[in-house]
């Protein structure tokens, strides 16, 4: 089966300037997740959706930050406007049984 | 609040066995996963326990222990692809998982 997919890979922006992220899970998993990851640290929570309810936003950064999962399937973060401390890699994960994750790549932002 | 405190690195040879240990206090405590990831690499699964004891996967071991709020993960055997971050992550409730911060493992010939 194929992966979660993200993209893109890298991005460049100057701050205050918006930027998205896309991610395609694997087929079937009802659980999808975003989770940023600075250097040197492990993964942190910013938003879980089960379907295409968003269920556990409480690290999202509101005021910049949104996210959308139409249809249960496909993701979007946002951030509008980029700020330099959001430099960091944006992960999307999902599941299926709630236990076994299954990373994407990953998004590197750079933010100068 | 909860909180996963692991070594920041750890280094062994190629053939040696390693324990990376992880200690946690978080509410809610579901169970305890591990992953791996490399350098510029996505995070992947490695095992997780939800019951106190052993889990073996080939190489791979990993420990949890209720009582103490303590887990680890054993591997044997090291080849220098292991050279990686290794996470613990704990389940809190159901589904929501937390990272520590990661262990650097360095295998070396």
């Known amino acids: 089966e194929a992966g979660v997919v993200q993209s893109p890979r890298y991005k460049i922006i100057e701050k205050k300037q918006p930027v998205a992220f896309w991610c395609n899970p694997i087929?079937?998993?009802?659980?999808l997740y975003w989770y940023r990851q600075n250097l040197g640290q492990g993964p942190e929570l910013l938003i879980r959706?089960?379907?295409?309810?968003?269920?556990?936003d409480s690290q999202l950064p509101k005021d910049r930050f949104s996210a959308e999962r139409l249809k249960g399937v496909d993701s979007t973060l946002k951030i509008q406007p980029a700020e330099l401390g959001d430099s960091a890699v944006y992960l999307c994960?999902?599941?299926?049984?709630?236990?076994?994750?299954?990373f994407g790549s990953g998004t590197r932002l750079t933010v100068v | 609040g909860q909180s996963l405190e692991q070594p920041s690195e750890v280094t062994a040879v190629e053939g040696a066995i390693v324990q990376i240990n992880c200690t946690y206090q978080?509410?809610?405590?579901?169970?305890l996963s591990w992953y791996q990831q490399h350098d510029g690499g996505a995070p992947t699964f490695l095992s997780y326990n939800a019951l106190d004891g052993l889990e073996e996967t080939g190489r791979f071991s990993s420990f949890l222990s209720r009582s103490d709020s303590y887990g680890y993960l054993l591997l044997q055997e090291l080849q220098m692809k292991d050279s990686a971050s290794y996470f613990c992550?704990?389940?809190?409730?159901?589904?929501?998982?937390?990272f520590g911060k990661g262990t650097m493992l360095l295998v070396s010939p």
């Open positions: 992550a704990a389940h809190q409730g159901y589904s929501t998982l937390t």
């Open positions: 978080t509410s809610g405590f579901y169970g």
């Open positions: 959706y089960e379907n295409e309810e968003a269920v556990d």
């Open positions: 087929s079937g998993h009802n659980t």
């Open positions: 994960a999902s599941s299926r049984d709630n236990y076994g994750y299954t």
